[in-house]
């Protein structure tokens, strides 16, 4: 006994003093020797049924195999029953394909195999029949954009691609331009790669963004329309008038008024530069109106110059009598040129530019100083011809007259003179003063009349009396008649 013991021990000995490479074929090829003898056995039986997942079923027409190694008889029909087997959450094992190969060394992922991809297979040769499983695992993209949002199995170890557009249209005005990938070998591009070696979950970063249509009259808005950031503030700008060519109509800033959509915050309506927080699709419009030039003028200046709105009444006014120098020279007003009204204050419609001018007369005074009167006098147009008179011989005081010599001011002695007004005129009557014989003669006439008569009727006897105690005769002397 101790010598066959001793004999075992030399062998040893002698192995163990092998090379290590001899020892590792030696033992390769005694693994391979006890692993592939059942299946070499089952090619000369018929055909070597298996399966890569243990957990799989396998059924042989229609009976289940007690394990993962069966055999099958030409003719026979074989069956794998599950189509996945879930080996944890969000990981499972997948039938991809039956592999058919007549060499068990043939490796399965080798092109030499022939692949049947139906769950079923009819044995037709003694083969090897592996039904071939894959592992996969979950991978789920969560994105703000629906549109890129999945779940999927993925082969373990695989490297997948991820790809997603630079941006993305959605509904109602509304895109998501990519940011980037929360993991990946390049996580800053929209092309990205990333090796499954577990469940995964990626994410792509989107920036949120909405149209802004900004409107307007042509010229008006200053903000172009575009896409803008989900939160964030837009500057509102917008020229305050726009002005016509010819300077007679203009459309001003009134406020931005927000025709479609909803917006968080509007500041500063009425100014033409505003700002407002975008949180979604949203139309502004800068809204104006329509103004027109009221010009009105006379000889004096402007006496109004104002844009009015469209539809609005607005009152022009020039006075009615402009006295440049006092009691000579004055200007009257007469109507207006552009308007169809006579009054000096006037209310319009404003429905287009108004460019209006009041009318006035140039008038001159005409003054004559006469103690007597005068025709003739006054404010009279410039350019007018006009008569002028004053008394020649007006009377005066009892028995004295004036008589008219002609005029301080103008040569002419009547005392009618017809004047070209171009100028203020001041005249003065010239007038000397004459005994008025006549009257001074019937004067003392009637007196002595009247003292005759008062004398004859009430103081004739006295005076009679008087006479003849004086020797006195009070008879007329009485003419002699020619004989």
């Avoid at 075992?8 to 005694?30: F, G, N």
């Avoid at 020229?239 to 909803?262: A, C, E, H, N, Q």
């Amino acid at each position: 006994m101790s010598l066959q013991l001793y004999a075992w021990r030399c062998q040893m000995h002698k192995i163990l003093r092998l090379p290590l490479r001899t020892l590792l074929t030696s033992l390769l090829v005694l693994v391979l020797a006890w692993t592939l003898g059942p299946l070499n056995t089952a090619l000369a039986a018929g055909a070597a049924i298996s399966t890569t997942n243990p957990q799989a079923t396998v059924t042989v027409n229609g009976r289940i195999s007690g394990n993962t190694q069966a055999q099958a008889q030409a003719g026979d029909k074989v069956c794998v029953l599950q189509e996945a087997v879930y080996k944890a959450e969000r990981q499972r094992s997948r039938f991809d394909s039956w592999r058919i190969r007549d060499d068990a060394a043939l490796p399965l992922d080798s092109t030499e195999v022939m692949r049947v991809a139906d769950r079923c297979v009819d044995v037709s040769t003694p083969s090897l029949y592996t039904a071939y499983y894959v592992d996969e695992v979950l991978l789920e993209i969560r994105s703000a954009a629906p549109e890129y949002e999945q779940t999927r199995w993925v082969q373990q170890g695989q490297v997948v691609q991820l790809s997603v557009p630079k941006t993305v249209e959605s509904a109602n005005g509304a895109r998501y331009r990519f940011l980037r990938w929360d993991r990946g070998e390049s996580p800053q591009t929209p092309e990205n790669r990333i090796v499954a070696l577990e469940p995964l979950t990626v994410t792509p970063a989107w920036q949120a963004e909405h149209h802004i249509e900004v409107t307007g009259p042509e010229g008006g808005p200053l903000t172009p329309s575009g896409w803008y950031a989900d939160g964030s503030s837009i500057s509102l700008r917008a020229t305050p008038t726009l002005t016509s060519s010819d300077g007679t109509r203009r459309s001003s800033f009134v406020r931005w008024l927000v025709t479609k959509g909803t917006v968080a915050q509007v500041r500063d309506e009425p100014d033409a530069s505003s700002s407002a927080v975008i949180d979604g699709p949203a139309t502004f419009q800068a809204l104006y109106r329509t103004e027109y030039l009221v010009k009105a003028r006379s000889f004096q200046g402007v006496l109004m110059n104002a844009w009015v709105p469209e539809g609005e009444q607005t009152e022009i006014s020039a006075p009615t009598t402009v006295e440049t120098v006092a009691n000579e020279e004055r200007y009257v007003f007469l109507g207006w040129d552009g308007l169809p009204l006579a009054s000096n204050r006037v209310t319009v419609l404003v429905e287009g530019p108004i460019d209006a001018e009041a009318l006035f007369q140039r008038q001159f005074m005409v003054d004559v100083s006469s103690q007597f009167g005068a025709f003739g006098i006054g404010w009279r147009p410039e350019g007018e011809r006009t008569l002028v008179r004053v008394p020649e011989r007006p009377q005066s005081i009892l028995f004295f007259h004036r008589v008219f010599d002609g005029w301080s001011g103008y040569d002419s002695t009547s005392p009618t003179i017809t004047l070209t007004v171009d100028k203020p005129v001041h005249l003065v009557a010239i007038y000397h003063s004459e005994v008025d014989v006549a009257l001074l003669f019937i004067t003392l006439t009637v007196f002595i009349l009247g003292v005759a008569a008062y004398v004859g009727t009430s103081q004739g006897p006295a005076i009679r009396a008087w006479a003849a105690q004086r020797n006195i005769s009070l008879r007329l002397p009485t003419r002699k008649k020619d004989s």
